[in-house]
């Protein structure tokens, strides 16, 4: 393909008007995080941008990066009604596969990656969660990014990888660099090696985010919160929603080990119809013949083996996967 970009404007228009269509025609309901809107409106209020609350009481269960996109578009807009509560997931979405289609141009070719962002746009997991006022497609976009900015490796990379780190640590908390980790470890397995300096890229920029994040956002916080809000904010946020959901899955009926399974193919139907006989037509030759194939079966199992070892399960969690299901289902379906 000679020049992409007119690929890539379809692609990005094509995705606009998938996730974007009656946008605001539904009130929010329970598929959305009620709480999210709620909470921006009193953030626009208040003028306090720091301490998310709801109700006059701290919000202790996310870091605020998606009440920040909300609460800016409702100042920009004066006002959050459910389309422009909506309308973040909707942003992360369309660069969610525009970021596949950058990511299968790496590996592959860009003829590759957009018709991999195509698959990935049409899944209907993504749809769905496109659509809503829900961070799990803001997180999910921007661990991708990471993922890409290792991939693609360089000062600008690392650079692209830490800010994109941060986010996701402001989004979601640890899982912000453990999942970019996951995918580099099966990037310098396979198709990466000989590159330069895989692991000393993702260890600068972890470090870098981590810290970043604590000093930028953290430390400020602790500072402004009224008494004893700092602390239950970390009580709640990194030991109750992380480490117990881990161990015990306090918030969530239990359910098999192959859940995830399961739950990734119908996540990523249709195209993960294709997944299977990938998995089918012989793993050893494939590892021996394909890294890039390798490299993207890894990347989903490992990111299945991660969920996996939670107690706490639900199927939204394996969006951050996606890509890797849909970048497989090109290389598939010729």
Not at 136 to 156: I, P, Q
Not at 216 to 236: K, N, S, V, W
Not at 282 to 305: I, Q, S, Y
Request: glycine share 12%.
């Amino acid at each position: 393909m000679r020049s992409p970009w007119l690929g890539v404007v379809a692609l990005a228009l094509g995705a606009t008007l998938l996730f974007g269509f009656r946008l605001d025609r539904r009130s929010l309901e329970n598929q959305d995080t009620i709480r999210n809107p709620d909470i921006a409106a009193e953030m626009l209020r208040s003028g306090d941008w720091l301490v998310p609350r709801s109700c006059d009481v701290v919000y202790t269960e996310r870091p605020p990066v998606q009440i920040w996109a909300v609460a800016g578009l409702g100042k920009l807009f004066g006002g959050i009604p459910p389309g422009t509560a909506r309308l973040p997931s909707m942003g992360a979405g369309v660069l969610f596969v525009l970021m596949t289609a950058g990511l299968g141009a790496v590996l592959g070719s860009w003829r590759t990656g957009l018709a991999a962002g195509a698959i990935l746009a049409t899944m209907s997991d993504v749809w769905v969660y496109a659509r809503t006022a829900r961070g799990e497609m803001m997180f999910s976009m921007l661990t991708l990014g990471a993922v890409l900015a290792l991939v693609r490796g360089g000062r600008l990379g690392r650079a692209a990888a830490t800010l994109c780190m941060a986010a996701a640590i402001l989004e979601k908390g640890p899982l912000g660099v453990g999942l970019p980790l996951v995918a580099l470890a099966a990037w310098a397995w396979t198709a990466g090696r000989g590159k330069a300096h895989p692991w000393r890229d993702a260890a600068l920029a972890t470090a870098v985010s981590i810290a970043g994040v604590a000093f930028t956002y953290y430390l400020p916080l602790y500072r402004h919160a009224r008494p004893g809000e700092f602390r239950e904010i970390l009580e709640t946020f990194f030991l109750k929603e992380n480490l117990e959901r881990v161990r015990s899955g306090w918030d969530h009926r239990p359910k098999a080990w192959w859940y995830y399974g399961e739950s990734l193919l119908t996540n990523t139907l249709p195209w993960s119809l294709l997944l299977i006989p990938a998995v089918a037509a012989g793993w050893p030759r494939r590892w021996r013949g394909g890294p890039v194939e390798a490299f993207l079966l890894l990347w989903t199992a490992g990111g299945l083996l991660a969920f996996s070892c939670s107690a706490g399960k639900e199927a939204r969690y394996l969006l951050p996967v996606s890509p890797s299901v849909a970048i497989l289902s090109r290389s598939r379906s010729g």
